[in-house]
Structure formats: C-alpha cells, structure tokens
C-alpha cells in the first residue's frame, strides 16, 4: 500500500492481527477454524428473543452514557454475588463494546507518555500496541515457559518509580492458565504501598476448569480499589459478533475511563443492554458456563492423543496450546500456515503473542466448538507428521 510522506504512523511496527490474518487464511483454504475464539455454536434463544421484544417495545434509541442502568444495576448484584464486591452501579459500571475497548479506554485515560505497562507474555495481541499508542512503555515479562505462570521475581526487579500499571489475564489468552491464590498474594506484595494500578482483563471469568474459583480483582477489596476489571458479554453468551462488555472500576478512576469513553463511543447497543439486564437473572446461565466448556476441552485433549502434539494443560478460556517440537522446527507462524493449506486445519501461533515474536513452537488451538468440529480437526491433525 502506497504511504503518504506526511502521515508519520503512531504504531510502525503494528501489522495486521493475527486473528483476522489466520480467519482470511482459514476462509481461503476452505479449513477447519480452531484459531480466532469464537463459538460455532449457537449462542440462547432466549436471549436473541430478549433483543426482538426490546426493539419491539421500542428500546431503539440512545441509552445512559455509562451503559442501561438497569443493566448496571443487575451487573452489581452480580459482582455482589459472586465476589462479595460493593459497587456502585452509577459511579464505577461503565457498559462498553466489548472487552478489548474496555482496555484501550482504562489504559487511554491513565497512562502519561512514558509511563510503564508491566506486561506478560505471551500477551493478548491489543494490550502492547495500546500502552504504545498512548506514549507509555511495555515493560515485557515472559511467563516461564512451560507452566506459563508469572515469575514474580521478575516482577519485583521491574518496578521502578515510572511503573503505572500491571496488567493481568485470568483466565489467560492463550494459555488458559489461571491465577491461583498464591499469585494474589504476590500480586498484593508488589502493590501495596505504590500507586501501581492493575487492569485484569477477566473476560473469560466464567470459563475455569477443575472446580478451580476464579480470582476476581473483585473479590480483594485491597486489590479492587486501583483496578480496572474488563469483561466480554460476548464470551458469556456465546456472542462473540455482538462486541459487548464492561468496565468495572472505583470512582475515580472511571471518572478518567469515562472521559475518553464519552466522546469515543459515548454509549452501546440499547437493546442488546436491556436484553442481557433481563438475561442477568438467569444465573444458571453463566454458572453452567464451565461444564458446559470444560466437556469441549477435554473432548478435544482426549482426541488429540492420537496426534503427535504434546498438551500444555489449560485450566480456562476458550483455548489449549499444544506443542510441536518434539517433530517439528519449523517456525510456528511456517507451521500454523502450512497446517491451513495442506491439512485443512487453523490455529493460532504462540509466537504472535510475543513482541519480538518468541517461537517455543507451541500452537493455540480454541476447543469452544461443536463436537463434530472438533473430530474432523483432530482427524486431519493426525495425518500430520
Ligand atoms: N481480552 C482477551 C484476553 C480476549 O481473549 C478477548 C477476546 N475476544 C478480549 C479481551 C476482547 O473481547 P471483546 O471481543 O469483547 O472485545
Ligand atoms: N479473543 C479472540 C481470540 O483470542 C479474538 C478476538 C479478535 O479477533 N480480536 O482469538
């Protein structure tokens, strides 16, 4: 593409994501799509039907700038349930399209030029390039390889007196680890007594295996006050399309998220909102959640045995890594694009997680599909040596 001398670009090292990279790939080759994290399955009735009742009773206009109140009132007794949390649904609930400009919206209206983001990699491909286009500094921590949990010695050792922000993921994207107490622990150790501000992205709070809780920055009152916790309604409800989530945070700090919010966006979906504050009532909705994912996972982990891959467990999201080492040394972008075209079948290399593009060839496979796709993925993956 042609650039224009006078356009100086705010992120030149940024391409295109590897979710739509790896979709067009899958879309070209006619393959099974175990990359990008959608479902293939439908999303509730019932909550499509809540949609076509509000836009009937005329819900179609704008709503409150924080979002439908009923819904953030409804998003508090849920916070309050499930983690003991005390929010305010008019001060520190603010409804935004989707989990990835709930983060884009924290870190804008925060982070000064030249701040410092702690960050983990492998990372959800959005987090660096948004700390980088506000001026601020990744500062990059590589989760140890293959456990995947943080290294909190390197954590310690990165503060300095610039450190704004540590980000986090619980469950992780890509690995599916989850954050267990003693993490929490560590986490406190590192923050207490500093003005360092947390954003847990939790969009996949209600898909954790093994009876393991989910560690909600709302759960720690001490935690929750410099926090900024983003969810995805579209990975609850199986409507990834619907690009619909929030932001949960203490006033003051979406005071600032507000700011940038209002004349971005300045307010989502109307009937989708009112839809899902109706659908909130419906607990078992979201509690079923892991059952209902966990029996994906380890319907695709029991298939995969008789591929030659080798499984780095995950205990949450939609996702499993595998790795392919042991047969392969073939890069894993090669290796992801070459399993397109020739075997039929997309994943997501592990490598595009990583700013300088770390490569333990391991591959991100999403099990979030029916059963029969997840069959005639591994029948092509076992034909591959
Ligand atoms: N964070 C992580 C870790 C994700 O995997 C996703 C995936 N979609 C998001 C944020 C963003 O969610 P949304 O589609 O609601 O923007
Ligand atoms: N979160 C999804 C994934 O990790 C994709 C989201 C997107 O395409 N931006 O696959």
């Known amino acids: 593409m042609a650039e224009l001398p006078f356009v100086q670009s705010k992120l030149p090292e940024v391409g295109t994501t590897i979710f739509t990279v790896m979709s067009q790939l899958a879309i070209e080759h006619n393959a099974v799509n175990l990359g990008q994290g959608f479902p293939d399955f439908p999303m509730p009735d019932e909550l499509c039907r809540l949609v076509d009742d509000a836009m009937q009773k005329g819900f179609n206009q704008y709503t409150h700038m924080a979002g439908y109140p009923l819904l953030r009132e409804r998003l508090a007794e849920k916070a309050a349930f499930l983690y003991g949390a005390n929010i305010n649904p008019d001060t520190e609930i603010t409804v935004t ?152 945070a203490p006033a003051a700090l979406m005071k600032e998220f507000r700011k940038i919010h209002q004349f971005n966006c300045f307010s989502c979906d109307t009937p989708k909102q009112v839809a899902v504050a109706e659908y909130l009532a419906n607990r078992d909705a979201y509690l079923s959640l892991s059952a209902f994912l966990q029996q994906k996972r380890d319907y695709f982990r029991e298939r995969m045995r008789a591929t030659p891959f080798q499984c780095i467990p995950s205990s949450g999201s939609y996702f499993e890594c595998y790795s392919y080492g042991h047969f392969s040394e073939e890069k894993d972008t090669d290796f992801a694009t070459r399993l397109t075209k020739e075997y039929g079948i997309t994943a997501i290399p592990v490598s595009a997680f990583y700013k300088n593009g770390e490569d333990n060839k391991v591959l991100r496979f999403c099990f979030a599909k029916k059963e029969t796709t997840l069959e005639k993925a591994v029948e092509k993956l076992r034909n591959i040596a």
């Open 97 to 248: 399209p989707g989990g990835t400009y709930a983060i884009y919206t924290s870190l804008t209206g925060v982070l000064q030029p030249g701040d410092e983001v702690i960050v983990f990699e492998p990372a959800y491909d959005s987090y660096i390039p948004n700390i980088e286009v506000n001026g601020a500094v990744a500062v990059r921590i590589a989760l140890e390889f293959p456990s995947y949990r943080i290294p909190w010695d390197k954590v310690k050792k990165a503060i300095t007196a610039r450190t704004r922000m540590i980000m986090i993921n619980t469950p992780h994207n890509p690995t599916g680890m989850v954050l267990q107490e003693e993490d929490i622990e560590q986490l406190r150790l590192v923050v207490n007594g500093t003005n360092i501000l947390i954003l847990s992205d939790e969009v996949y709070e209600h898909l954790i295996y093994d009876n393991i809780p989910h560690r909600s920055m709302l759960r720690y009152p001490d935690l929750m006050q410099r926090a900024f916790v983003c969810s995805s309604f579209g990975k609850t409800y199986h409507c990834t399309g619907w690009k619909l989530g929030c932001c949960i």
